[in-house]
């Protein structure tokens, strides 16, 4: 099992910037591929990026690529999503995940979820 709690969601203007974090507990974590998932009202919740077990490999989607960067730190077992030039279509709950793949960019790849963090951005 893995537990994963993440936090820093919260409000901010378009164009502003937030960093989002992901504690794990549990199962090792330098074992998982992590990733980010959001989910805005009224859709489904989709896949914005991944990180390889090494923290080497990642992957995103196309909206946010040379917006957000995710990075791990295996040391504090901790999954990081940074994003920056945010938009109102931004907004979204934000949940961390965690596959016993390397690197996972598919909802039914991932295990473990956390229970989200709000982030909303105004225009």
């Known amino acids: 099992q893995v537990q994963l709690v993440e936090s820093g969601g919260g409000l901010v203007q378009a164009g502003g910037s937030l960093r989002l974090s992901c504690a794990a507990s549990g199962r090792s974590f330098s074992s998982c591929g992590m990733g980010w998932f959001r989910q805005a009202p009224g859709k489904e919740r989709e896949f914005v990026a991944a990180?390889?077990?090494?923290?080497?490999?990642?992957y995103y989607i196309d909206s946010v690529k040379g917006r957000f960067a995710i990075s791990r730190d295996n040391a504090k077992n901790t999954v990081y999503l940074q994003m920056s030039s945010l938009k109102t279509e931004d907004t979204a709950v934000y949940y961390c995940?965690?596959?016993?793949?390397?690197?996972?960019?598919?909802?039914?790849?991932?295990?473990?979820w956390g229970q989200g963090t709000q982030v909303t951005v105004s225009s």
């Open positions: 990180v390889g077990r090494g923290g080497i490999k990642t």
């Open positions: 995940a965690a596959t016993v793949l390397d690197l996972g960019t598919g909802y039914y790849e991932y295990n473990y």
